[in-house]
Each structure stands twice: as structure tokens, then as C-alpha cells.
């Protein structure tokens, strides 16, 4: 069954700190993988990931993606406390999205 | 406005009332999806259509729900007989599935409470 996890689910840090967040992924048929801010709203797209070892950047956040081994990770650094959210991956496969649980972020002053 | 919306943003039933929700995609996005989402959950696939075809329903939709697009532009989701355990927030999203890839863009989403 097609499925993406997500890891941590929940994570505390101080502002300044860089965190690390993880997605592995099992889909029959892979297109894209996607990563999305989710605060108490609907989900803000942030980055789409098709190719391996292709790091996608925006200001303080990072992606990149490895499809041989089917994860993609999301960095933060220099973490604020905007950042606060849930971050979600999504899977596409071509017909539909698959979504993780999500991680909790929680960034302190 | 160019973004996706939701309607109503916030439902409030009894338990075997019937409830409709309503979505207006982005205009030139051929594809609609609709999803349901829990607290501390991601988004749970419940079917999507392209243009006025429905190409899938998850499996985890009980016949209580329905989904159409008539006319290949809004979609409504109808759920019967609402039961405490349909409570949770509806989201809806769009997209063009033209070239390789296709981002999903998300409406509000519409809450709904079953009493």
C-alpha cells in the first residue's frame, strides 16, 4: 500500500536552532514530492521535488530528495518562531496526493 | 480573487442531518481533489475529479458521501446522514496536471462539527 511517513512527529526548539525534518515515501508510481507549512489554516505549498541530489532553497529553508533510497528531507536554519507550524510531505503519483501525519514544529523565543 | 474557495467555512449539524459543502477551484485548473483532515493528522484522500469526471474514490468513503463536478468547474461534497466521527475540516485543492508536475492548491477548508 502506498504510504509516505513522516519523522519526527513532533519537535521543541529555540529560536537559532537548525532543525532536520524527514520524509520517506512508497508510491508504485512517483512524480513529484512535495512539502507544505501548515499553520492554523490550509497547507502552504513551500517546495516540489522531482529529481535526486537537485537541492531546492528559499531563504532559510532547503530541501532535497533521494529517490533511490525515497526520502527527502526538509531544514530549517536559523528556526524563528513563525516557523511554528506542521509541516507536511505530500506524494504524487500522478493521479492523486499521499500525505504524511506531518511533523509538529514548535519554535521558543 | 484567483485562489480556491470554500463554503461554508464552518458547519455546525446534528448527527443524521444531511450537509453539502461547496468549492470553486482555481479557473484553469482541470483537476479537484477533495480531502478530510483530523486534528494531529495530514490530509486523507476522498476522491478527485478531472474536468466533470470523478476518476477515483478512496475506498475508505462510505456511500454516505458524494462528490460532484457537473460541470467541470465547482464541486460539491454531500454527506449523509452525518454521523459524530464525520467531524473534522473538509479541504479542497486544485490543480493542472499539465507538463510533469501539478502543486496542489488548497482552499480554507470547511469545518465541520457533528453534535
Known amino acids: 500500500e502506498d504510504k509516505v511517513v513522516q519523522s519526527p512527529l513532533s519537535l521543541v526548539v529555540h529560536e537559532g536552532d537548525t532543525v532536520t525534518l524527514n520524509c520517506s515515501y512508497e508510491?508504485?508510481?512517483?512524480?513529484?514530492l512535495l512539502w507544505y507549512k501548515q499553520e492554523k489554516k490550509a497547507p502552504t505549498f513551500l517546495f516540489m521535488l522531482t529529481s535526486s541530489g537537485i537541492e531546492k532553497k528559499s531563504g532559510r529553508l532547503s530541501s532535497i530528495l533521494d529517490k533511490k533510497e525515497l526520502f527527502s528531507i526538509l531544514n530549517i536554519t536559523a528556526t524563528q518562531t513563525g516557523d511554528s507550524a506542521v509541516y507536511l510531505c505530500?506524494?504524487?503519483?500522478?493521479?492523486?496526493?499521499?500525505f504524511g501525519s506531518g511533523t509538529k514544529l514548535n519554535v521558543k523565543p | 480573487d484567483t485562489g480556491v474557495s470554500q463554503d461554508p467555512r464552518h458547519k455546525i449539524t446534528k448527527r443524521g442531518q444531511n450537509v453539502t459543502f461547496r468549492c470553486d477551484p482555481i479557473s484553469e485548473h482541470n483537476r479537484l481533489y477533495w480531502y478530510r483532515q483530523t486534528l494531529g493528522q495530514g490530509p486523507e484522500f476522498l476522491t478527485y475529479?478531472?474536468?466533470?469526471?470523478?476518476?477515483?474514490k478512496s475506498r475508505l468513503l462510505s456511500d454516505r458521501f458524494s462528490a460532484e463536478r457537473p460541470k467541470g468547474s465547482f464541486s460539491t461534497l454531500e454527506i449523509q446522514r452525518t454521523e459524530q466521527g464525520d467531524s473534522a475540516m473538509y479541504l479542497c485543492?486544485?490543480?493542472?496536471?499539465?507538463?510533469?508536475?501539478?502543486?496542489?492548491?488548497f482552499g480554507e477548508g470547511s469545518r465541520l462539527t457533528v453534535l
Open positions: 508510491v508504485t508510481n512517483f512524480r513529484s
Open positions: 475529479f478531472q474536468n466533470e469526471a470523478q476518476l477515483e
Open positions: 505530500a506524494v504524487d503519483d500522478f493521479n492523486k496526493f499521499y
Open positions: 485543492a486544485s490543480s493542472t496536471q499539465q507538463g510533469n508536475t501539478g502543486e496542489l492548491f
